[in-house]
């Protein structure tokens, strides 16, 4: 059967509960954290391997390249289970700040 949307479901707010509701979700909301520090402290994380394993200066930015496109891939790869609860999250959160600015 069809189930009537009301304007009362509509107006639920979503929380980060909703988003992270069962235990593979919330494996994929940490392989999302790891993601983003991966892509943003891959400069740093990769220098520090390079200088621990006595890497030249070329081996190290490819390190570090590589750091980055792992961390690529664990964003896009959480995203792809994640990916509509965390934009509807974000939208959300969105129009409850610009109802407060009005």
């Given at each position: 059967?069809?189930?009537?949307?009301?304007?009362?479901?509509?107006?639920?707010?979503?929380?980060?509960?909703?988003?992270?509701?069962?235990?593979?979700?919330?494996a994929m909301f940490?392989i999302q954290i790891?993601?983003?520090?991966?892509?943003?402290?891959?400069?740093?994380?990769?220098?520090?391997?390079?200088?621990?394993?006595?890497?030249?200066?070329?081996?190290?930015?490819?390190?570090?390249?590589?750091?980055?496109i792992a961390g690529?891939?664990?964003?896009?790869?959480?995203?792809?289970?994640?990916?509509?609860?965390?934009?509807?999250?974000?939208?959300?959160?969105?129009?409850?700040?610009?109802?407060?600015?009005?």
């Amino acid at each position: 059967m069809l189930k009537k949307i009301t304007s009362e479901t509509q107006t639920q707010p979503r929380t980060f509960r909703d988003l992270v509701n069962t235990p593979f979700k919330k494996a994929m909301f940490v392989i999302q954290i790891i993601s983003y520090v991966l892509i943003v402290g891959s400069p740093v994380i990769g220098g520090l391997i390079g200088r621990m394993l006595d890497m030249n200066a070329a081996k190290t930015g490819g390190l570090i390249f590589g750091v980055f496109i792992a961390g690529e891939i664990l964003f896009y790869g959480s995203l792809a289970f994640l990916g509509k609860e965390v934009v509807l999250l974000v939208r959300d959160k969105f129009k409850a700040g610009f109802k407060r600015l009005k």
